[in-house]
């Protein structure tokens, strides 16, 4: 008798668009469906999302792998063993327990209205910006839940009256999807039994609240009392991988366990398989560098955050992280195309860029809403410096790749001083640094941030390692995969693809000495005249 083949489901729902991507054992895609959403965007600085939109882009997409999958033959009705979910992080929403509906837009995790509430908190706070970092490892910043979810509470009169009425939710995205694909207000299972959505988030989502002790994994109290934040909206905390409920009907594969949760970085890292010391950059809408810290939070002290990395059931340990957020990667690119009409679409940068041998001299700072790790200035804004009658478009989008690779290098630079990376060195340990997300496929990108980094960067066969850590968490949680498939890459067996630096220390040194003179002119912008 034949095998049943056993398949897991990844939603992974990112800042500009929504997939459904189905896995087989072997941890290799059998069908995708992907759809954009609508960017909102009410006034400078300020980004929104419809969540009823983000629910229907997953409806439409969970549906149409389906369909691939089935016209290709493969049993993924009766084999999808579960489904995960991974999100964009810090995204924030709050909705109607009684109706469901969103009460306010999702303002997004770039938005930056919520500056003039971040300096406020700083002078009333005994330790201004760095108040809650011993307990949640987050500063006070535009970027986490907690600030969004305040200026909702103080300035949208809905939100107001729903908490006052008790009638109030609040989650990240991955608890507005997890309430709403168990049940919502009023679900029906597959069996035909009533049930209601579970109002949960995982906790390395809760982790970019700036709401969460990380060594409890609890919402913490005093944090909550200061920022006058109810905790009767509040999601509760699980792991990573455990079975939160199932899929109601209404949705595609009803019936099917949801069984693993993540935030978008901490999937990319679960997806490739890092271990403790191991380190790794996703190269999206913006860019994101996590290094593995093991079961030890390490406080930073050069701008960076500690974070939960994952943890892979309900007793499971916690492993933690050290994360360089970058604001701005490939959305810059997304801006020559669509703001400045630079390029037609975002793959022909490579071949432009590729045009030149340098940047002729020039150097961009892409600091749209200010800059993120290791800075953390809200007040810079966007510069492109050197420019001379000689510069072409080709030498400002080879300028906008570099200005990638350049941030990371700066990220890495404080995770070695911080995590004591440099002992690697010591060892005559060559650091590697793995590479995934949409822009990673840019094979000059690629090379450029080994040239500049001074190290090799591995790339992946699938560069989409944020569906697959997902879809890891629900294969564990339900006994798909193993720890020990995946942490010795025993699920996927696909060769990946190594770039090693190509020039020599002295122009490295020069060219990162030029890009810190280019990061210091976008300081102190924020205010300038219209």
Known sequence: MEKEEAFIGSIDQGTTSTRFIIYDQSAKVVAAHQVEFTQICPQAGWVEHDPLEILETVKICMQGAREKAKAAGRAVETGLKAIGITNQRETTIVWSRSTGLPLYNAIVWMDARTSSICRRLEKELQHGKNHFVETTGLPISTYFSALKLMWLLESVDAVKSAVKNGDALFGTVDSWLIWNLTGGIKGIRKDGIEIKGSHVTDCSNAARTMLMDLKTLDWHASTLEILKIPTTILPQIIS????????VQGWSFAGTPLAGSLGDQHAAMLGQS??????????????????????????????????????????????????????????????????????????????????????????????????????????????????????????????VLESMCFQVKEVLNAMSIDAKQDEKSQKNEEFLL??????????????????????????????????????????????????????????????????YPKVGDEHRKKRYESWCKAVERTFDLANLSS
Not at 240 to 247: D, H, K, Q, Y
Not at 480 to 493: D, L, M, R, Y
């Open 240 to 247: 990573n991988a455990e079975v939160i409920g199932e899929i």
């Open 274 to 399: 890092c271990r403790k010391g191991e380190a790794k950059s996703t190269y999206g809408t913006g860019c994101f560098i996590l290094l593995n810290t093991g079961q030890e939070v390490i406080a930073s002290t050069n701008g960076l955050l500690s974070t939960v990395a994952f943890k892979l059931g309900p007793n499971a340990p916690t492993t933690y992280a050290l994360e360089g957020s970058i604001a701005i990667a490939g959305a810059a690119v997304q801006w020559l195309r669509d703001s400045l009409g630079v390029i037609q679409s975002a793959s022909e940068i490579e071949e432009l860029a590729k045009s030149v041998e340098n940047t002729g001299g020039v150097y961009f700072v892409p600091a749209f809403n200010g800059l993120f790790a290791p800075w953390w200035r809200d007040d810079a804004r966007g510069v492109c410096i050197g420019i001379t009658r000689y510069t072409t478009k080709a030498h400002i989008a080879r300028a």
């Open 434 to 499: 793995r590479v995934d997300g949409g822009a990673s496929v840019n094979n000059l990108l690629m090379q450029i941030q080994a040239d500049l980094m001074g190290s090799p960067v591995l790339r992946p066969a699938d560069t989409e390692t944020t569906a697959l850590g997902a879809a890891y968490a629900a294969g564990l949680a339900t006994g798909v995969w193993t720890n020990e498939q995946i942490f010795s890459s025993g699920a996927k067996k696909e060769e990946p693809t190594v770039f």
